[in-house]
């Protein structure tokens, strides 16, 4: 009995040790041999996940919108036509009570928009241009990662964050996800708040989450969105792929100086602003 | 077998009481339900039967093509085109909701929440756009 004890103590001893001392063991001979050898693929992406860098990777399809401001500028009226266009579009309801809003697209200052952008001393646009808002399609959507049911998602097919409201538990943890606030809850049933329906378009029900959908249903028609459609001819909104380095947003892009919503926190938005 | 009187009697009583709804309407199931059929065209996007049994499951799977997948192809019944949906595809010929699903979920006491969202002709047409 006694010296099965004494052995038993012996081996639990032996592997205590071993288990405090092996990760140490781990850690030196792995950073032993990335020192020696080159960099592998693994990595070498290890960077660009650390949120170091704003650029999204170019592969497929990822579409993106430009709000040129200049134009909203020159013509007030445009973003509102933008707006009832979308609005009608998708069956938005129109409530009193801020509160309850919903919204796909909306407008707001400068200094709502680019909460981090200094405004001392801002120009005329700034002051006094309404932005239009909207939901910015993140490559790194935090809203995706909060949903408890996937009813919202990243479509692969063309980076647009989507809403399946069928899955939608309305527990509004996309909400809070959200930095933008590009989602709305349905506090109560939006029906009788929907002044005319788009019949090939369905509304939502009390207790779903909502939000732009970057007009997937009219993208598969061959349409374009319905705000970037309202504003046709004046370039105030241009919508593409971001990844096509032929597209007219890319071009856009590599000519004009834009900025982007919170872009400190890693989402990579699609929705660019040129002020 | 020790208190026959009354295990007996109360066991007819019980069986008579859990058969309650196959004898209480004269062991009838009730008049069929007639959904009303559209009036042109007799294709549906599958054979009748398989629609009565699983349409349910084939919306689900339009569903998900549609959000999902990004696949909103079309479906094509007689040659002509239809876009996957409730709204878009089944409502274009089956133009009445009351007269045709009803029909048959109230005689089966099944309450889809489709109509939650989706808009019945009836609906959609009580606020039409004007423009």
Same mark, same amino acid.
């Given at each position: ?109 400068? =200094? ?52 399946? *409201? ?13 930095? *933008? ?15 005319? *329906? ?11 989450? =909502? ?17 970037? =459609? ?17 597209? =007219? ?23 660019? *602003?040129?002020? | ?48 039967? #398989? ?40 409502? #274009? ?35 039409? #756009?004007?423009?």
């Amino acid at each position: 009995m006694d010296k099965q004890r004494r052995k038993f103590l012996k081996l639990a001893g032996a592997s205590a040790l071993a288990g405090i001392g092996a990760p140490a063991v781990v850690k030196l001979t792995a950073s032993n041999a990335v020192a020696s050898s080159a960099p592998d693929a693994g990595h070498g992406a290890a960077p660009a996940a650390h949120g170091d860098s704003h650029e999204a990777a170019p592969s497929g399809v990822r579409l993106g919108m430009v709000f040129d401001m200049r134009a909203f500028e020159k013509d007030p009226k445009l973003l509102e036509g933008a707006i009832t266009a979308c609005n009608s579009a998708h069956n938005i309801p129109h409530f009193e009570d801020r509160k309850r809003e919903i919204k796909w697209i909306w407008k707001a200052p400068f =200094e709502g928009v680019f909460t981090d952008h200094s405004v001392y001393h801002s120009g005329k646009l700034v002051k006094e241009t309404a932005f239009p808002v909207t939901c910015n399609h993140c490559d790194d959507p935090p809203c995706v990662r909060a949903c408890p049911t996937q009813a919202t998602f990243k479509l692969e097919t063309n980076g647009i964050v989507a809403m399946d *409201y069928h899955r939608c538990i309305g527990c509004r943890f996309c909400m809070a996800a959200c930095p *933008y606030g590009a989602r709305s809850f349905n506090w109560q049933d939006p029906r009788p708040y929907i002044k005319n *329906y788009n019949s090939s378009f369905p509304s939502r029900m009390k207790g779903v989450v =909502e939000k732009c959908n970057f007009c997937g249903e009219r993208l598969a028609l061959g349409q374009e969105p319905a705000c970037v =459609e309202a504003c046709k001819g004046t370039g105030a909104v241009v919508f593409g792929d971001l990844n096509d380095p032929k597209s =007219e947003i890319s071009k856009l892009l590599d000519k004009e100086f834009t900025i982007q919503r919170k872009t400190n926190l890693g989402t990579k938005p699609s929705v660019f *602003y040129i002020v | 077998m020790y208190n026959k009187g009354t295990i007996i009697p109360g066991l007819i009583i019980f069986v008579l009481f859990v058969t309650f709804p196959i004898w209480f309407n004269g062991l009838s199931a009730g008049d069929l339900p007639k959904p009303e059929l559209p009036a042109e065209g007799t294709q549906c996007v599958r054979p009748a039967g #398989e629609m009565r049994e699983s349409h349910m499951q084939l919306l689900n799977e339009w569903r998900d093509n549609v959000l999902r997948d990004g696949n909103r192809s079309y479906v094509e019944v007689g040659g002509k085109k239809y876009r996957k949906g409730l709204q878009m595809a089944c409502m #274009e010929c089956h133009t009445s909701k009351e007269k045709f699903c009803d029909t048959c979920h109230e005689y089966a006491s099944v309450k889809p929440y489709c109509w939650d969202c989706h808009l019945t002709p009836t609906e959609a047409a009580s606020k039409k #756009e004007t423009h």
